[in-house]
């Protein structure tokens, strides 16, 4: 069983910038894939960004390249997402969620909500224009 906690969500106006965090605790944090997903009011789930256990591999959406940033800390159990010129349509309650089954491979979709095993409760983000 693994928990997951997010936290650093808030309230930022827009072109500001945000971290949030995910602090895992009850397995090997470092053998962890991990990804943040968004949802925003009245949306689905969407994906924004994943990370490789070692970090050799991260991905993003497209709407959130060159903006977002993950990154983790094997030491503190913990994963981050770097927000930077933020959007009012950035709005959401931000999750990250957990692969525990086996290391990512070429063939998984790491932006597949299915992919990850164990989610958190969500930190609120919101953006004022």
């Known amino acids: 069983q693994v928990q997951l906690v997010e936290s650093g969500g808030g309230l930022v106006q827009a072109g500001g910038s945000l971290r949030v965090s995910c602090a895992a605790s009850?397995?090997?944090?470092?053998?962890?894939?991990m990804g943040w997903f968004p949802q925003a009011p009245g949306k689905e789930r969407e994906f924004v960004a994943a990370?490789?256990?070692?970090?050799?591999?991260?991905d993003y959406a497209d709407f959130v390249k060159g903006r977002f940033t993950i990154s983790r800390d094997n030491a503190k159990s913990t994963v981050y997402l770097q927000m930077n010129s933020l959007k009012p349509e950035d709005t959401a309650v931000y999750y990250c969620?957990?692969?525990?089954?086996?290391?990512?491979?070429?063939?998984?979709?790491?932006?597949?909500?299915?992919?990850?095993?164990?989610w958190g409760q969500g930190t609120q983000v919101t953006v004022s224009s």
């Open positions: 969620a957990v692969r525990l089954r086996r290391p990512f491979n070429s063939n998984d979709d790491r932006s597949a909500d299915h992919e990850y095993d164990y």
């Open positions: 990370i490789t256990w070692s970090a050799a591999i991260r």
């Open positions: 009850g397995r090997t944090f470092s053998s962890y894939g």
